[in-house]
């Protein structure tokens, strides 16, 4: 069945710092792909989303190419900030049901 | 602020007992989802409602049902509670995938402890 496989964490960075969280899919067909982050004690927000291959999304300074040729669809950041540390989690929309299958979570520390 | 509301916020309860959850999706969303997230199974999918029907089950134990009603609200149903069910239960609603508003908006949360 189809799975996402994330990096595991924590990832641990120094402000400004560049920040990649690997994920990569295993689905049929082609998937919209979903970044979704969870702060400490709170629910899950949409981070940015792709609908099909060699689509970017992006939001709040991150962003993420749907690569269909690799499997995947890494989250990057040019410059993390502490109120970036959060958990992220990478999901694909399973096309038969729309129920959203997620990866692990990949917890991110920023220190000042 | 997502739209999508859930109550309660917490839930304390002992084995054995039956409780109930609410969501209430994000306005014109007609699909409802209802997900667990506990730290040995991770972010998991329970089932989905469209429009009061029942579109798609996951791995909902059998103790678990839930339902949407007229109003689109949705209500999941934990009973027989056991010490594993302690989680974080969200809900999520969407519109039509043909549409291209598939993207699911998630609710707080309810956390759930079985003592």
């Known amino acids: 069945g189809d799975s996402v496989t994330q990096m595991e964490g924590p990832v641990t960075l120094s402000e400004e710092a560049f920040l990649t969280i690997n994920c990569t899919y295993t689905?049929?067909?082609?998937?919209?792909l979903f970044w979704y982050v969870q702060y400490p004690g709170e629910g899950l927000q949409l981070l940015l989303k792709?609908?099909?291959?060699?689509d970017k999304g992006s939001n709040k300074g991150f962003e993420a190419t749907y690569r269909k040729e690799t499997t995947s669809f890494h989250l990057e950041k040019g410059s993390v900030q502490v109120s970036d540390s959060a958990v992220y989690f990478c999901?694909?929309?399973?096309?038969?049901?729309?129920?959203?299958?997620f990866g692990t979570g990949t917890r991110l520390q920023v220190f000042p | 602020d997502s739209g999508v509301t859930q109550t309660p916020k917490h839930l304390i309860t002992a084995t054995g007992q039956r409780v109930t959850l609410r969501c209430s999706p994000r306005s014109g969303d007609l699909s409802v989802y209802w997900y667990q997230q506990s730290l040995d199974q991770g972010l998991q999918f329970l089932i989905q409602y469209y429009n009061g029907e029942e579109r798609a089950k996951g791995n909902i134990l059998e103790r678990f049902s839930a339902q949407q009603f007229p109003d689109l609200h949705s209500e999941l149903n934990l009973s027989s509670l056991e010490l594993g069910d302690s989680a974080l239960y969200f809900c999520a609603s969407s519109g039509p995938r043909l549409a291209g508003m598939e993207t699911q908006y998630f609710g707080p949360g309810t956390r759930l402890l079985v003592l």
């Open positions: 689905a049929t067909g082609y998937p919209s």
């Open positions: 792709a609908t099909k291959a060699d």
């Open positions: 999901a694909l929309s399973d096309l038969n049901t729309d129920k959203l299958i």
